[in-house]
């Protein structure tokens, strides 16, 4: 069974002091790992996917990093938008069946 | 990107009526499309797989007879929650995968639906 387990539960930081989330991963065959945003009351909104370790991506502030146990999802200089839950999910096998972890809530204060 | 649309996006009940809630792909056409159920800072747990023009595949624990799911067309799935009871008060969101996406499990989100059961 995949499992999925994201690191801190929360976090807070202060506007433009950059830190990083982590997403740990056990499964039988990585397909993708992914990236959500989801803000309160929202549904997730699509951020990355990472297919292979050393792969990484980028877009603004946001960087997602991906080895064969972990991914990293890099904040740097944040800014008070970026505050939300912060969701990794993986898939496996032949279906497209998405396993997620429970997030990370990421305040940064200005 | 994609857009997925879902409605009620909340909606109050009472105890042991049904409610309906819907789920559209509005620029692309879906084969599958997903319900899954959120407590407040837990996981988003899949409820189901809903295939176009066939049943729908409940995952383990999931009650198909509670849960009725019907996906009538390619860009349409529907979640019923039948005789709801306080317990099933949650947040319900559906998601869609573009197949003409080349990213392998991408799926898009609706804006979910929070039922509350009184």
């Known amino acids: 069974e995949d499992q999925v387990t994201q690191s801190p539960e929360a976090l807070r930081l202060q506007e433009g002091e950059s830190s990083s989330l982590n997403c740990s991963y056990t499964?039988?065959?990585?397909?993708?790992l992914f990236w959500y945003r989801q803000d309160p009351g929202k549904g997730p909104e699509f951020l990355f996917t990472l297919y292979s370790a050393g792969e990484e991506k980028e877009k603004e502030r946001l960087k997602a990093t991906l080895t064969k146990k972990e991914s990293f999802l890099h904040i740097t200089a944040p800014k008070p938008e970026d505050s939300a839950t912060y969701l990794c999910?993986?898939?496996?096998?032949?279906?497209?069946?998405?396993?997620f972890g429970k997030g990370t809530l990421l305040t940064v204060n200005p | 990107g994609a857009v997925v649309s879902q409605h009620p996006s909340r909606v109050i009940c009472k105890s042991g009526t049904s409610v309906k809630i819907e789920c559209r792909s509005l620029d692309f056409q879906a084969t599958t499309m997903f319900w899954y159920r959120q407590f407040p800072k837990q996981s988003l747990m899949l409820m189901a797989t809903s295939n176009e023009g066939s049943k729908a595949t409940y995952e383990q624990g999931v009650e198909k007879d509670k849960f009725l799911i019907n996906h009538a067309s390619l860009t349409l799935s529907t979640l019923t929650v039948t005789s709801a009871h306080p317990e099933d008060s949650s947040f319900y969101i559906c998601s869609a995968r573009d197949p003409s996406g080349r990213n392998t499990g991408e799926l898009f989100f609706g804006e979910g639906s929070r039922l509350t059961v009184l």
């Open positions: 499964v039988s065959g990585l397909r993708g």
């Open positions: 999910a993986v898939v496996s096998g032949s279906n497209y069946k998405l396993t």
